[in-house]
């Protein structure tokens, strides 16, 4: 459950990096100021942090850079090895975002990039439910994530892809699980989480959503 794309993660994770450093014309945009939005969200995460889908760890290396303490959470056995030699100052776990370790630091935010699409609907509903349990009071959950900001930008995007010949994009589009803003924002919102989104590039945005007191 929720870790059906794994094995496309283990064949990848050798050339991931070269991905989001814009080599693939394919994806260039989707990842479009991906150094710079990782930056970003590693400033806004409060130590303890936990980081879900941590991929070759980008964004949990400019976490520790912050000197912030993270733990990891990926399923992908091949990036979990690239993750590990490249910040091994961070824990780095086995477990996806509905099955995770048990840990005993209190976690203030808790943080994932270019990941969270990866659960469809109902396990997006259970994972909040879950961090609203894992948060401290006032904790934050902080993700980027591909998402449409309506129906009418998802088939622009999707048509955009096809005209340029990116018949993969196109397909992802269609078959992964990204959301509709108004749809994540009522999940957040019925768990009593207080949430905003801001636009970063053509395709990612920023989601915070603070739970209450
Ligand atoms: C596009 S990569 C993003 C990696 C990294 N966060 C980044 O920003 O470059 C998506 C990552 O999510 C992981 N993933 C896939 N399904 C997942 C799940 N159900 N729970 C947690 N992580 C998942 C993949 O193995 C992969 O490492």
């Given at each position: 459950m929720g870790i059906e794309f794994v094995d496309l993660f283990d064949q990848w994770a050798s050339t991931y990096d070269e991905t989001v450093a814009g080599n693939d014309p394919e994806y260039r945009e989707v990842f479009s100021g991906y150094d710079e939005i990782l930056g970003k969200l590693a400033g806004l995460a409060q130590s303890p942090v936990m980081e879900f889908g941590?991929?070759?760890?980008n964004l949990t290396r400019k976490i520790i850079q912050h000197n912030k303490v993270v733990f990891g959470i990926e399923p992908s056995r091949e990036m979990r090895k690239i993750a590990k030699i490249k910040c091994p100052e961070a824990g780095i776990y086995e477990g996806d975002f509905l099955n995770y370790p048990t840990l005993v630091a209190p976690i203030r935010s808790i943080v994932s990039s270019?990941?969270?699409?990866?659960?469809?609907s109902e396990e997006k509903k259970e994972a909040i439910r879950n961090y609203k349990e894992l948060l401290e009071p006032e904790g934050e959950v902080i993700f980027i994530d591909t998402l449409f900001k309506d129906e009418s930008y998802k088939h622009t995007l999707i048509k955009n892809a096809e005209e340029q010949g990116y018949s993969k994009l196109a397909q992802d589009l269609q078959e992964?699980?990204?959301?509709y803003l108004e749809d994540l924002k009522e999940m957040f919102v019925k768990e009593g989480f207080e949430v905003s989104f801001q636009q970063l590039n053509k395709y990612a945005w920023l989601i915070r959503a603070k739970k209450g007191e």
């Open positions: 941590v991929g070759t760890a270019f990941a969270f699409h990866h659960l469809n992964e699980y990204y959301p």
